[in-house]
């Protein structure tokens, strides 16, 4: 049974920091390129940032470059979204997305909403 479960979200103060988990089970994580994505209220799903299996990172989203760190830990099954000075700009729904091969798969998602 493929799991992908997002961890670390919640509400946060602008400037503020949080760290986002996402720990994979049911397929081969080492092999699988893992990403980050964002659904705000109302917008179109995004993609922020993108990490193959040997730790090549990949920031997509112009407006969290240098404020947001992608990494992994292959021998946890886990892969991080480190976010630092958020914006309110940055709340969304923050979802974990796995390729491995030719299959995808998705978390639930896990809230992250920055304000005052």
């Known amino acids: 049974q493929v799991q992908l479960v997002e961890s670390g979200g919640g509400w946060v103060q602008p400037g503020g920091s949080l760290r986002l988990s996402c720990a994979a089970s049911g397929f081969t994580f080492s092999n699988s390129v893992m990403s980050w994505y964002r659904q705000a209220p109302g917008k179109e799903r995004e993609l922020v940032a993108t990490i193959t299996g040997t730790s090549v990172a990949t920031i997509s989203k112009d407006s969290v470059k240098g404020r947001f760190t992608i990494s992994r830990d292959n021998a946890k099954n886990t892969v991080y979204l480190q976010m630092n000075s958020l914006k309110p700009d940055d709340t969304a729904v923050y979802y974990c997305?796995?390729?491995?091969?030719?299959?995808?798969?998705w978390g639930q998602g896990t809230q992250v909403t920055v304000s005052s």
């Open positions: 997305k796995a390729r491995y091969v030719l299959a995808i798969y």
